[in-house]
């Protein structure tokens, strides 16, 4: 299941060659989900995660879990759908 999107802000301080201190900020998105198989939460980076998959139109299964045993328990009807997002992610790619 997903729960929400989080950003975090990392400041970072780089030195000038005239000595002078710059701070920049870098934002880090990343996705928070509900692992559909044992209901832990857990947190993927946004840059890994394909945006499509960021609903609950579709499970989502904690590293902790196997994924093909979860597909399995929950049926036939809902690995076809994770073929058919399987396939949709290779045409944009
Ligand atoms: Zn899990």
């Known amino acids: 299941m997903f729960i929400k999107e ?3 802000i990392h400041l970072h ?12 900020k870098r934002r880090r998105s990343a996705y928070h989900f ?3 198989a044992c209901n ?12 499509a998959r960021a609903s609950n139109s579709v499970h989502h299964v ?8 979860f597909a ?9 759908v994770w073929q058919m997002d399987a ?3 290779e045409v944009k790619l």
């Open 87 to 89: 396939s949709s992610t």
């Open 34 to 36: 509900r692992c559909d």
């Open 40 to 51: 832990k939460e857990f947190v993927r980076d946004k840059s890994k995660v394909t945006p």
């Open 72 to 80: 399995q328990k929950i049926g036939v009807k809902m690995r076809k």
């Open 13 to 24: 301080q780089r030195e000038s060659k005239l000595g002078k201190v710059h701070n920049f």
């Open 62 to 69: 904690c590293s902790s879990c196997d994924p093909k045993k």
């Open 6 to 8: 989080t950003h975090t």
